[in-house]
């Protein structure tokens, strides 16, 4: 990571469930009652927002297809945690969704680029070999190598078919060795 030059002008990228909140396996997190934050991902988001000008939430929400979910309630959640993460001193730039099925073929989920450029050309200072994506799943690590971006795993369960640039247990210990590493 220390040759990775990390400065104000990298944006960052972070996957959801597994990563910012507790993941339901074969389920979904369809309110705010199901949403758990994992232990330390709020002292991080203060961390990385003192670092990165961008930060954004990149997650594929398949309830909404399979009707589990609204899309209300998904953006019920989303203001939740930025509102979380604000008064813990942390920021989210934007929270970009694929709300459809996996079988779809115009599907904008990851590892497919769409929910990225969406946000490039949002936010046309970003230059993504000058960005981290954080996940714990493989589709998470291609979004982000198909896109020439750093990339970061969060283990978990999910069983590794690619392997990331650098893996670690939490967001938490990252931002710590990230700092530590600056």
């Given at each position: 990571?220390?040759?990775?030059?990390?400065?104000?002008?990298?944006?960052?990228?972070?996957?959801?469930?597994?990563?910012?909140?507790?993941?339901?396996?074969?389920?979904?997190?369809?309110?705010?009652?199901?949403?758990?934050?994992?232990?330390?991902?709020?002292?991080?988001?203060?961390?990385?927002?003192?670092?990165?000008?961008?930060v954004?939430?990149?997650?594929?929400q398949?309830?909404?297809?399979?009707?589990?979910?609204?899309e209300?309630?998904?953006?019920?959640?989303?203001?939740?945690?930025?509102?979380?993460?604000?008064?813990?001193?942390?920021?989210?730039?934007?929270?970009?969704?694929?709300?459809?099925?996996?079988?779809?073929?115009?599907?904008?989920?990851?590892?497919?680029?769409?929910?990225?450029?969406?946000?490039k050309?949002?936010?046309?200072?970003?230059?993504?070999?000058?960005?981290?994506?954080?996940?714990?799943?493989?589709?998470?690590?291609?979004?982000?190598?198909?896109?020439?971006?750093?990339?970061?795993?969060?283990?978990?369960?999910?069983?590794?078919?690619?392997?990331?640039?650098?893996?670690?247990?939490?967001?938490?210990?990252?931002?710590?060795?990230?700092?530590?590493?600056?």
């Amino acid at each position: 990571m220390k040759n990775w030059n990390i400065d104000s002008s990298w944006t960052l990228f972070l996957d959801r469930d597994g990563v910012i909140n507790h993941r339901i396996m074969d389920g979904y997190v369809k309110n705010i009652d199901e949403f758990n934050f994992l232990d330390g991902v709020l002292e991080a988001f203060e961390k990385f927002s003192n670092l990165f000008t961008h930060v954004f939430i990149i997650t594929n929400q398949q309830g909404i297809a399979k009707s589990l979910m609204t899309e209300s309630n998904l953006l019920d959640i989303h203001r939740y945690m930025t509102k979380e993460i604000q008064k813990a001193n942390g920021k989210i730039t934007k929270c970009y969704y694929a709300p459809e099925l996996k079988s779809d073929k115009n599907s904008t989920r990851k590892p497919k680029p769409d929910l990225a450029l969406k946000a490039k050309k949002e936010h046309d200072s970003i230059d993504f070999t000058k960005s981290i994506m954080i996940g714990d799943s493989d589709s998470d690590i291609l979004f982000g190598k198909n896109l020439g971006m750093k990339t970061v795993r969060i283990k978990t369960i999910e069983p590794i078919g690619v392997v990331a640039d650098y893996t670690c247990n939490s967001l938490k210990e990252f931002a710590d060795l990230l700092l530590k590493k600056l």
